[in-house]
């Protein structure tokens, strides 16, 4: 009786382990590598890491982004709003978190590589830069109490970049300080006049960049200032994920006000446009959404 007991316990340990292991990522892709990651700048801490994502990876998120912007575009002629896809085809969009699994992997890895829980980030942004397309300098914490109320200040950034750009697009920040490691290593000839006005890093089909935009004691850190070159030769495609110093996920409630600003809000969510019309619906922080209440994001 003792051995039958002890037997079915250990059956139920092993089951267990079984469980816990495979509720893992399983591919070996999500395995961190840490001698694959180079320090760029210390001020602002920043660091690339060679060959974050795979060729699936990258092409993935690049279709997926393509066909939302397929779908917006004939969404918005319907509507008769077409100026707005101008708008959104330039600033990029959302991915939802956990989208499907290799979007969870991804966003499984970029747990693993900077040690910041997955609900302190925000969904996956990508942004497509054509010819003569930048992003001039900015940081990506805020100032505004609205803005941080979600999750508290963006701590962190990690920038994918999806494709290879034959010359310029670098991410530069001109207000970084330089180290002796940094000016081995970057040659200023493989650069555009934009990336040599600071530290630059050049962008590469799957590398990451993870910079942080506060110091460890939490305070902005203006060396974060960052731009995205002008793109000279080619295009870019890029995927960042905005990490918080708080979980992004808790919903909040900004002075209580928790409010659909469309009486058809609730009808269209039951019609599941929350997730189909997520821009217009939830929004991001930057702009929220017309339908929050409905959506049970507030
Ligand atoms: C909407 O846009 C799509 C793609 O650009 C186009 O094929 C279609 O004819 C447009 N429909 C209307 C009603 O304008
Ligand atoms: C609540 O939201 C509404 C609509 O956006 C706004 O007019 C109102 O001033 C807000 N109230 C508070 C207390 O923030
Ligand atoms: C609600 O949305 C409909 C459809 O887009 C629009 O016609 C209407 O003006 C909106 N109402 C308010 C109060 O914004």
Redesign the pocket.
């Known amino acids: 009786m003792t051995s039958l007991v002890c037997s079915l316990q250990f059956l139920f340990l092993f089951s267990l382990i079984l469980h816990k292991c495979s509720s893992y990522p399983a591919s070996s892709s999500s395995i961190i590598n840490p001698s694959k990651v180079k320090q760029v700048s210390w001020k602002p801490r920043a660091f690339v890491y060679e060959g974050f994502l795979t060729d699936l990876e990258c092409d993935h998120l690049i279709s997926l982004a393509k066909s939302e912007l397929k779908r917006s575009a004939v969404a918005d002629n319907v509507?008769g709003k077409s100026k707005l896809s101008e708008v959104r085809t330039s600033s990029g969009m959302f991915i939802h978190k956990a989208k499907d699994p290799i979007v969870a992997g991804i966003e499984e890895k970029i747990a693993s590589w900077t040690f910041l829980p997955k609900e302190n980030g925000e969904d996956i942004q990508v942004l497509r830069y054509e010819h003569g397309q930048k992003y001039d300098p900015h940081y990506d914490y805020f100032a505004d109490q609205i803005n941080i109320a979600r999750g508290g200040h963006r701590l962190a950034t990690v920038l994918m970049y999806l494709t290879d750009v034959v010359k310029g697009g670098e991410t530069v920040f001109p207000s970084a300080e330089e180290s002796r490691h940094h000016k081995a290593s970057v040659k200023d000839e493989d650069l555009s006049e934009c990336g040599k006005q600071g530290i630059a890093v050049k962008p590469r089909r799957g590398d990451a960049l993870l910079f942080f935009s506060l110091h460890p004691t939490a305070i902005p850190d203006p060396s974060s200032l960052h731009a995205g070159c002008p793109v000279i030769e080619g295009e870019k495609w890029s995927a960042t994920k905005w990490i918080h110093v708080d979980s992004f996920d808790k919903t909040v409630n900004v002075g209580g006000n928790c409010t659909d600003?469309?009486?058809?809000c609730e009808r269209w969510a039951a019609l599941g446009e929350c997730n189909r019309n997520p821009e217009y619906m939830v929004g991001s922080p930057e702009l929220p959404g017309?339908c929050r209440r409905s959506c049970k994001i507030c």
Do not use: H, R, V
């Open positions: 509507s600003l469309n009486d058809s017309y």
